[in-house]
């Protein structure tokens, strides 16, 4: 059974800098690109960061470019999302999934950490 | 960015009842490769999203035949028939043809 399960949030201040972390397990973790999607409370779905399943090419939407870092350890089987100069509008769950490219869709969602930016 | 415009915004339906919801993208979600990939989700009340459909139309593991979904170029639907009780939820469509990937704002589905 594949298993998302995602640590690390919590309230923390503008501007400030928060790590999530995604541990993996049901699968063969490096056989996959993994991404982060978040939803900011009442709202829909965004899209923040994909990994290709080797961790050598990254990609981010224009929102967070520049601000967070995707990276993965395949020895631990785990993904995480570094967040820097955090803002208000970056309150919301964030959800590991693991990212099907040949489908490109988001394939299996862990149950989500909530980060909560305010002063 | 593609926007992806779903409509209704809300939906009642009765059990045992057919449904049908539409996701309208801004641009083209035909591929290059010639593929078009158009997904749809589910979020149950109080838990995480999870995937129905994939490129337009194929049903992902375990999914029901109750789901199906249609279209091209920038209109989709997904039809769900004789609903059951756990199918309530908020439905998003979402694409992956174009970065960055996108969703649609969601559709409620409610019981009458």
Known sequence: ?119 | DVVMTQTPVSLSVSLGGQVSISCRSSQSLVHNNGNTYLSWYLQKPGQSPQLLIYKVSNRFSGISDRFSGSGSGTDFTLKISRVEPDDLGVYYCGQGTQYPNTFGAGTKLELK
Not at chain 1, 8 to 18: E, F, I, K, Y
Not at chain 1, 30 to 52: D, H
């Open chain 1, 1 to 119: 059974e594949v298993q998302l399960v995602e640590t690390g949030g919590g309230l923390v201040q503008p501007g400030r800098s928060l790590k999530l972390s995604c541990v993996a397990s049901g699968f063969t973790f490096n056989n996959y690109w993994m991404s982060w999607t978040r939803q900011a409370p009442g709202k829909g779905l965004e899209w923040v960061a994909s990994i290709t399943n080797s961790g050598g090419s990254t990609y981010y939407p224009d929102s967070v470019k520049g601000r967070f870092t995707i990276s993965r350890d395949n020895a631990q089987n785990t993904l995480y999302l570094q967040m820097n100069s955090l803002r208000s509008e970056d309150t919301a769950t964030y959800y590991c999934t693991r990212y099907y490219s040949s489908y490109d869709c988001f394939v299996y969602w862990g149950q989500g950490t909530l980060v909560t930016v305010s002063s």
